[in-house]
């Protein structure tokens, strides 16, 4: 008797993938492009513009990093004049990271890179399709959100 994967143990494999190999295409289109940031450097852009002020440590559990590298990525952001760290006004020990104005200026830069890979990645489907996806896939996550809390 074999033992073969359900369609239920694809389902996590397959999102990995998804996953993976967008982060691969868009590190590429942004080493083709010349832009001067890392992925792992542009998602802390992107969440900074969305809430910035964060402190290192949401950072790292926002990320699933260890405090020790994000530092690490955080120190050469800095140094690149892309973000800024400031004493936690409530906690001495805290370090909040802000965005600096040369950060924000890549940010156009790699929204519309993305954009072009969304819709390439989105070709064959739906504007219905894309939102039941975008809906179920939220869905998931809550519960895994669930699932993490109770653990």
């Known amino acids: 008797m074999t033992n073969k994967l359900s369609s239920e143990s694809l389902f996590g494999f397959l999102l990995s993938d998804i996953a993976r190999l967008q982060r691969t295409e868009m ?16 998602r802390v852009l992107g969440y900074l513009q969305r809430q910035n002020g964060q402190t290192q440590t ?18 050469s952001m800095e140094k690149a004049g892309l973000v800024l760290r400031k004493p ?32 390439e990645m989105t070709l064959d489907l739906s504007t219905q399709q894309i ?4 809906n179920y896939l939220e869905k998931i996550k809550t519960n895994l959100i669930k699932i993490r809390k109770n653990t």
């Not at 990093?65 to 690490?72: I, Q, V």
């Not at 936690?88 to 940010?107: M, N």
């Not at 939102?131 to 975008?134: A, Q």
């Open 131 to 134: 939102t039941e996806l975008s």
């Open 58 to 75: 949401a950072l790292a559990e926002l990320f699933e990093m260890e405090k020790a590298p994000l530092g690490s990525l955080i120190d």
């Open 88 to 119: 936690d006004p409530l906690d001495k020990r805290a370090k909040r990271v802000f965005i600096t104005e040369q950060g924000e200026l890549f940010i156009p830069l790699l929204v519309d890179e993305y954009q072009l890979l969304y819709q």
């Open 27 to 42: 590190d590429q289109r942004i080493r083709k492009n010349n832009i001067n940031v890392s992925l792992a450097q542009w």
